[in-house]
Nanobody
């Protein structure tokens, strides 16, 4: 079973940047994809950006496209989310997740989660 630990969250002003990191205990071909999800108070957890564990193919939500970029470092067993041009609407707890299913970025298909890291964007 994989363990996931997120880091890099914090508080920034609109227009600022953050880079989130997800450290995995192992990268396995059993895991189809790794992704970043977010959940604001009173709302469902939704996919932000995900990356195929084998070939690096990526997907990102329309709301963050052009601002957020997901990447990975296989040697370090880490996945990153570079967040630029942050907006108040981006405020949420961000989670790293892993899926064994062939679904790139759908919350209900993800099997393992990290503890989450808070991102707050305020004017």
């Amino acid at each position: 079973q994989v363990q996931l630990v997120e880091s890099g969250g914090g508080s920034v002003h609109p227009g600022g940047s953050l880079r989130l990191s997800c450290s995995a205990s192992a990268f396995s071909l059993d895991y189809f994809a790794i992704g970043w999800f977010r959940q604001a108070p009173g709302k469902e957890r939704t996919g932000v950006a995900c990356i195929n564990n084998r070939d690096g193919t990526t997907w990102s939500s329309s709301s963050v496209k052009g601002r957020f970029t997901i990447s990975r470092d296989d040697a370090k067993k880490e996945v990153y989310l570079q967040m630029n041009s942050l907006e108040p609407e981006d405020t949420a707890v961000y989670y790293c997740g892993v899926t064994t299913n062939q679904a790139m970025c759908v919350t209900r298909y993800y099997d393992y989660w990290g503890q989450g890291t808070q991102v707050t964007v305020f004017a």
